[in-house]
C-alpha cells in the first residue's frame, strides 16, 4: 500500500480529514512516517511502536521557545481534556461503587441517545437496497436475494437480522440528517426491531441491471460493485 502524504513538505491538512482525526494526530503522523525516510512499514511489527510515538508522551511536544509553534497541539490537548471529562460525566460506575439502582439514573446524567462512538462524529448503520422494476426490493443487484420482509408485530427471523446486519455499512450520520425527498425508513415489520429499526435503508433503482445512483442531500449516492459505497 502507497500513503499519499498532504502534509508532507509543508502541506495543510485536508479540512475533510479533520472530522475524524485532530489536525495535530496527522501533521504528528506525517513526521513520524517521514522520519523512517522511505522504509516500508511492516506489519503487524511495526504497528505498536508507530501508535506509540504518536500517540504516547513526549517532551518535545511543545515548543517552549515558539509558543506560537505548538498551537495546533495545544489546541489538540485542550480538546482532548474536554472530551476526557465528557466521558467521565457519561461513564457507568462499577458495580461496587453503586449503592443502589437509582444512582444510575441521578438527575443530569445523559441519555443513551447522546452518547457516541466517537465525540464529533455521529454515524448510522447505511443497508443500500436494490428496488427492480417489477417494485422487488433485494439485497443484490441480480434480485436473488430478497429483502427479508415481516409483518408489523412480527419478529424477523434471527438468520434475516444476521443477514441483514452484515451488509450494513457505518456511515456519517449528517450525510442523510435533512434527507427529506427521498424515503430512506425501514420496512414497516422493523420499525419496533432494536436493531433493524435504527438503520439508513439507500433504495438503489435497478435498470437493465445497472444500478442508479440516489440524490440524496444535493449528493449522489450509491454502491459500486469496485469501489464500494460511493457519494458525488
Known sequence: MVVLDPVADGGLVPHAWRGVYHEALLVETSAVLAERGGVPVALPEDVQGLVERVHGDRPDRFDWANPEESGVWTAYLGEESAQRA?????????????????????EGRWEEWEATTRLGADSVR???????????????????????????????????????????????????????????????????????????????????????????????????????????
Open 86 to 106: 465528557a466521558g467521565n460525566f457519561a461513564v457507568v460506575p462499577r458495580a461496587g461503587q453503586v449503592a443502589g439502582l437509582h444512582a444510575l439514573h441521578r
Open 126 to 232: 447505511l443497508l443500500c437496497v436494490y428496488v427492480h422494476p417489477d417494485g422487488r426490493e433485494s439485497l443484490d443487484v441480480q434480485g436473488l436475494v430478497s429483502l427479508p420482509a415481516a409483518g408489523r408485530g412480527d419478529r424477523p427471523a434471527v438468520s434475516d437480522v444476521r443477514q441483514v446486519m452484515g451488509r450494513t455499512i457505518a456511515v456519517r450520520a449528517e450525510w442523510f440528517r435533512d434527507a427529506k425527498k427521498v424515503d430512506l425508513g425501514v420496512p414497516e415489520g422493523w420499525v419496533e426491531h432494536p436493531m433493524l429499526g435504527d438503520l439508513v435503508v439507500l433504495r438503489q433503482p435497478v435498470r437493465d441491471g445497472r444500478v442508479e445512483k440516489v440524490a440524496v442531500c444535493g449528493r449522489q449516492v450509491w454502491l459500486d460493485g469496485e469501489l464500494g459505497l460511493r457519494r458525488e
